[in-house]
């Protein structure tokens, strides 16, 4: 087996830390070579992925961040038999030609109404009885409502692997099929993306919608007014949306919640006796953690007909409006305030207001703990 790159998670991962420690350094130079995960995973040969990856650890190692390019596992290489040289399509087959496409008809909003109601009627005929038992369709959307929105009970396995992933063997056949049945059951409205959503929260608490989307993280104070303390924003993709990026940012950013029981001394002098060598660079991204100390809430507000380039013009909106507190960077948002950005502060508010009578306040929590 040839070494093509790292597996798509794994490279998200290291290119979020990559592109951390360039804006801790000042944002000196360029900044990090562009992954090719999401739409770039599939839409490049092998050829070109490993280029960019080598061109990512070659900016690492100029820029002295190769210690978050280390040495992977078998576990997290990307592995070919033969390097493939073509270009691929939205299929991830090659093409002989750049791929050229006319622009597909918008279905009316009849025609979506009628397709729905195909779906939500004959479901466990069109999938069958075992899919039917575990899923549910939820909706079109997209700008072409070309994306459907399932949901799945996700403590159960689908056939073709995982809800995230596809298996690497003949099984990940299965959700072709999956695809293609539902597309003849609603024809001639087609699904080119399949989205799977928690039929209900489950146990783990991973209700998060994997779309994109923006998150805040806040508190409620004393006299029951809402505290902004920190926006983010996530793009979408198997590894870059709402859920996957909330849970990576708690994981990475706990120090945050460290700090309401021990001393910054203390979390340091744990940083630098757990992790000698990386202690400098922990340091520095737990000053970005520690802005968020006191957070008692993360609110969140998915939009899967959001795309990604107005994910990021939004968010420029949402920090000047917001003004979130841990928030460094501060983009120049557009003259007038977008009306998607309206709806967004409206949703993020009432979260806020559904929840302030039983809100949650760390006074408490330290007090009720010392009893």
């Not at 990940?172 to 989205?195: C, G, M, N, Y």
């Not at 708690?250 to 460290?258: G, N, V």
């Not at 959001?306 to 979130?324: F, H, M, R």
Request: glycine share 6%; with cysteine.
């Amino acid at each position: 087996m040839k070494f093509g790159c790292p597996r798509l998670d794994r490279w998200e991962v290291i290119d979020r830390r990559l592109c951390l420690a360039w804006e801790d350094a000042g944002k000196k130079g360029t900044p990090p070579p562009t992954p090719l995960i999401l739409a770039g995973w599939c839409g490049s040969n092998d050829y070109e992925k490993g280029a960019r990856w080598r061109e990512a650890a070659g900016w690492a190692e100029r820029y002295g961040f190769d210690h978050f390019t280390p040495e992977l596992s078998p576990e997290e290489i990307h592995s070919v038999t033969e390097m493939s040289p073509y270009y691929l399509g939205p299929t991830g087959k090659p093409m002989k030609l750049r791929w050229k496409s006319d622009p597909k008809k918008v279905p009316s909003p009849e025609e979506v109404d009628q397709a729905s109601r195909k779906l939500n009627d004959g479901w466990e005929t069109i999938v069958g009885t075992d899919l039917a038992k575990i899923t549910s369709p939820q909706g079109f959307f997209g700008a072409n409502k070309r994306r459907l929105v399932v949901r799945a009970r996700m403590s159960a396995d689908p056939p073709w692997g995982s809800w995230t992933s596809l298996a690497p063997d003949e099984r990940r056949r299965s959700f072709t099929q999956f695809r293609e049945a539902i597309s003849k059951a609603i024809a001639p409205l087609e699904v080119d993306h399949i989205d799977f959503v928690p039929l209900v929260p489950d146990e783990k608490g991973t209700g998060v919608a994997p779309f994109h989307g923006f998150y805040l993280w806040g508190r409620y104070e004393a006299n029951g007014l809402w505290r902004n303390i920190y926006l983010g924003k996530a793009g979408f993709g198997k590894t870059a949306h709402l859920r996957a990026r909330i849970l990576e940012e708690l994981k990475d950013e706990r120090a945050c919640i460290w700090a309401e029981f021990v001393s910054e001394k203390t979390l340091r002098v744990a940083s630098r006796r757990n992790h000698p060598k990386m202690c400098p660079v922990y340091d520095k991204h737990m000053v970005r953690a520690l802005r968020k100390t006191g957070t008692t809430h993360i609110a969140w507000v998915a939009d899967p007909e959001l795309s990604n380039s107005a994910v990021e013009n939004i968010e420029s909106d949402l920090i000047e409006t917001l003004n979130p507190a841990a928030n460094v960077s501060h983009p120049v948002p557009p003259v007038s305030l977008q009306q998607h950005t309206k709806q967004i502060i409206a949703e993020f508010r009432s979260l806020v207001h559904r929840y302030r009578s039983d809100r949650y306040r760390l006074t408490e929590r330290r007090r009720s703990a010392s009893q």
